[in-house]
């Protein structure tokens, strides 16, 4: 059974720093993963979607990585802004065609402070 | 652009009670999901759908029924409510094994 896990589970940040979030899982067989963004309250906004043929997926101020083989997967954020606090989740999805369905780790909370 | 559609936002139910959560997507995926996400806990899959007329389950199906009869609807029916349905749901769709949208969720309780 895949397991995702998410180190730390929470990070607290002055602003303009860069930092990197974590996600491992245990089954190196994934089709892809995905980064999420969650605001409280709200639901799951994809930021990065990472191919198992892909190493990286670049958006603006976000920089995924992917290594399958040893079962991790980075969010790098440069240049923190107070508007990236949220939680922010990994998920993976088997190499297996039925279902296809997205294993989810349990998210690290951000806190940019000003 | 709508995208994933939930209905209702907030739902409080007694004990006991039957409810269906509406879901909806306008950008013909094939699959489906319904996730409920606790506190402090990741998301957990509760039913999906491959395509119009296949469903199977999740993680944590009990209490829980679905069908889709369209690729757009894929609503989420709780029956004989109990406390421990209290969760927010997520419906997501994806365009088979490719990147997965998530509606806004519901909030429910059951009291």
């Known amino acids: 059974k895949q397991e995702v896990t998410q180190i730390p589970a929470a990070l607290s940040v002055p602003e303009g720093e860069n930092l990197v979030l974590n996600c491992s899982f245990t089954?190196?067989?994934?089709?892809?993963l995905q980064w999420f963004r969650q605001d409280p309250g709200k639901g799951l906004t994809s930021l990065l979607l990472?191919?198992?043929?892909?190493r990286e997926q670049t958006s603006g101020r976000l920089n995924a990585s992917l290594d399958k083989s040893s079962g991790r997967s980075t969010l790098y954020i440069a240049a923190s802004q107070p508007g990236d606090s949220a939680t922010y989740l990994c998920?993976?999805?088997?190499?297996?065609?039925?279902?296809?369905?997205?294993?989810f780790g349990e998210g690290t909370q951000l806190t940019v402070n000003p | 652009n709508a995208g994933v559609t939930q209905t209702p936002k907030f739902r409080i139910l007694k004990i006991g009670q039957s409810m269906t959560l509406q879901c909806t997507q306008d950008?013909?995926?094939?699959?489906m999901y319904w996730y409920r996400q606790d506190p402090g806990m990741g998301l957990k899959l509760i039913y999906y759908?491959?395509?119009?007329?296949?469903?199977d389950k999740g993680e944590v199906p009990n209490g829980y029924n679905v069908s889709r009869s369209t690729t757009e609807d894929f609503p989420l029916r709780l029956e004989l409510a109990a406390p421990s349905q209290t969760s927010v749901y997520f419906c997501?769709?994806?365009?088979?094994?490719?990147?997965?949208?998530f509606g806004q969720g519901t909030r429910l309780t059951v009291v």
């Open positions: 997501a769709s994806s365009y088979s094994g490719g990147e997965a949208f």
């Open positions: 089954d190196s067989a994934i089709y892809n």
């Open positions: 950008m013909n995926h094939n699959y």
């Open positions: 990472i191919q198992s043929s892909q």
């Open positions: 998920a993976v999805r088997p190499e297996e065609t039925s279902g296809s369905r997205l294993t």
């Open positions: 759908s491959v395509g119009a007329g296949i469903t």
